[in-house]
């Protein structure tokens, strides 16, 4: 999953490029379906590994999964229209608390209470990455922050139902051609969608369909059967440390020491919230606790 947000630091780059050649919803349609075309083979040979079926409960989160990926990709994308990249950066990591929360309130989950420290040194590094500032308000931050609600969503299905069908690959194949085509439909509807858009931005939906999706959605699928759904949250914040690398190193951008700061508690997060249960695991294996008298054995 750390090699994921890696990736995805990097596309941010490439996504607001894109967007003075061509709409938010062409650009989607454009590296979703490559990015699903791509690892369609893998998928296809991992399916034929599995001897049950995809249940009709599978086949409805994965429907589910589809709608949420395409309406936070499609808000956040129609965001940076207007939003700057300080705000979309803070307002898309919302998902960040949004996790644990829908977790314990409609999951009724009891979460191990290094998340809930993890999670606002999270979001606090999140907010000094981008400066300890907010720029004023506009439609296009309302859209982000709206899109964090679906990130979250996807998230908190996503290990689940790669875990209940053993398919990874061919979940994240099926999420990314769904999205495509729901995004296809709206640009045909709302954009212009022609053969010149595409040439000029052929660049960033290349690198946003074979790196970002096929590669770094992909691993997510892969990485969330092994990790709790509100760790990843946390985990997966280190898309915005990776942007301002990317920004460092392609546009020369640099970070104040605010910004270090930030990048230093979003890591040291990450870090935190899966050594502690470890160590933790360890300890009790070590010093096992007698159910009855709750003292070591």
């Known amino acids: 999953m750390i090699i994921a947000t890696m990736v995805w630091g990097f596309a941010f780059i490439a996504q607001k490029s894109a967007m003075d050649s061509m709409g938010p919803l062409t650009f989607l349609a454009s590296r979703y379906l490559l990015g699903g075309i791509v690892i369609l083979p893998l998928a296809w040979f991992e399916h034929k590994r599995q001897k049950e079926p995809i249940s009709k409960r599978a086949w409805g989160l994965i429907f589910i999964l589809s709608a949420a990926f395409f309406l936070g990709s499609w808000l956040q994308q129609a965001g940076l229209l207007t939003a700057t990249v300080t705000n979309a950066g803070f307002l898309t990591g919302l998902y ?155 546009l020369g951008e640099r970070l104040s020491l605010v910004g270090y700061a930030g990048a230093a508690l979003i890591f040291f997060a990450i870090v935190l919230v899966e050594t502690v249960p470890i160590i933790q695991a360890k300890r009790e294996k070590k010093h096992p606790i007698d159910p009855v008298t709750n003292l070591e054995l």
């Open 96 to 250: 960040v608390m949004f996790v644990p929360f829908i977790l314990t309130l409609f999951f009724r989950q009891r979460l191990p209470s290094i998340v809930w420290i993890c999670m606002p040194l999270a979001l606090l590094g999140l907010y000094l990455l981008n400066g300890a500032r907010l720029d004023n308000f506009v439609i296009g931050d309302f859209l982000v922050m709206s899109s964090a609600i679906f990130w979250a969503v996807h998230v908190l299905l996503l290990g689940y139902t790669a875990a209940l069908t053993k398919r990874p690959i061919t979940i994240s194949a099926l999420i990314f051609i769904l999205a495509g085509l729901y995004s296809l439909g709206g640009g045909f509807a709302l954009e212009t969608v022609n053969i010149e858009v595409l040439q000029l931005g052929w660049k960033e939906i290349v690198y946003a369909g074979l790196l970002s999706t096929a590669v770094g959605f992909t691993l997510q699928a892969i990485g969330q059967q092994h990790v709790p759904a509100a760790n990843a949250a946390i985990i997966l914040s280190g898309e915005s440390l990776f942007a301002a690398i990317g920004a460092a190193l392609v």
